[in-house]
DNA sequence: TTTATAGTTCGACATATTTCGAATTATAAA
DNA sequence: TTTATAATTCGAAATATGTCGAACTATAAA
């Protein structure tokens, strides 16, 4: 099987998600939950709060939660409210679907 | 060694430019040689001039350009002229960067 | 019940992007 | 040299995006 046609419409919200240096950013605190030379081996998808999330972005909250809220529409991140705080994190299974995208095509 | 700081700013350079529709199947045209089923295993990068990759977008010849230029500003497409076309194709490194970012943090 | 904390929604505004047609450049063919 | 083909540049117009503050909702603590 070859990656000749996957859906190309979510791909691409996948991508516009991630074109937004915010939104990059907040996505990679996500997938990297480790500090460089730290251990870590998450056997869960890490999660964040929304607040912790934004720390250091230099962003209004509504802004904040307007880029979470187009990460979560497109697919890359899951949110779920937990008392007072809105957990976030990013299934290990939506990553492998991009990484398909981007190995050439494989025929025997 | 972790993936924490990738440069960034490159990184959504490459996710702005895969988030057009146009581009998006641009690229995919660059890296897909092949229709599904057929045999294809490419030892040198796919080369298609503009024209060839413009076909069935209906985009206007401008328009076209434009979004060629994007793909290659951000480091995706390279672009060479030959005679009277322009040859278009895709460093096999340049994706082995990005499916990088996606990887999980390795540590030992 | 009142108050505090966490996050969202809405409307507005500034900026960026997409797209086209017209004009232009580069190359090859007649 | 003149003409045709391939592609680019430029300017303009429509649309989309990023951002904020004010007002609001949800939950927990006092």
Request: aromatic content about 0%.
């Given at each position: 099987m070859s990656n000749y046609k996957i859906n190309s419409a979510l791909l691409c919200e996948a991508f516009k998600a991630l074109s937004n240096p915010h939104r990059l950013a907040l996505f990679n605190r996500l997938l990297n939950?480790?500090?460089?030379g730290t251990k870590c081996s998450p056997a869960v998808a890490v999660r964040y709060c929304v607040g912790e999330l934004g720390e250091?972005?230099?962003?209004?909250p509504s802004t904040l939660s307007h880029h979470l809220k187009e990460l979560n529409r497109a697919g890359l991140v899951e949110m779920e409210r937990k008392g007072k705080n809105v957990e976030c994190w990013v299934e290990p299974a939506k990553l492998a679907k991009l990484t398909t995208f981007f190995k050439p095509v494989q025929n025997d």
């Open positions: 939950c480790c500090a460089p250091g972005l230099d962003i209004a």
